[in-house]
Nanobody, 115 residues
């Protein structure tokens, strides 16, 4: 059972930056696709960014050019660098690990963008 623990959320003003971290309990990045999802109140969970096992990345159109996903295999940690934050980025952010039918989720971390 892979465990994922997110951290780094908080309250930030519009235009500010945050870096989210997701620590995995095992060394899985070479075989698992890792992603960041978010869910705002009353909305469905949506994919924000994905980094494949080979290192390729994909982003939701709404965050392209502002968010960057990366990983540090030595630390078993995936990051989401979020810049130029907007109020509409306010949501709970969840880390995800997926390999075929195996899917693991973290508990989530809250990001609030407000002045």
């Amino acid at each position: 059972q892979v465990q994922l623990v997110e951290s780094g959320g908080g309250l930030v003003q519009p235009g500010g930056s945050l870096r989210l971290s997701c620590a995995a309990s095992e060394s899985i990045f070479s075989i698992y696709h890792m992603g960041w999802y978010r869910q705002a109140p009353g909305k469905q969970r949506e994919l924000v960014a994905l980094i494949g096992s080979g290192g390729s990345t994909n982003y939701a159109d709404s965050v392209k050019g502002r968010f960057t996903i990366s990983r540090d295999a030595a630390k078993n940690t995936v990051y989401l660098q979020m810049n130029s934050l907007k109020p509409e980025d306010t949501a709970s952010y969840f880390c995800n690990a997926q390999l075929l039918s195996r899917v693991y989720w973290g508990q989530g971390t809250q990001v609030t963008v407000s002045s």
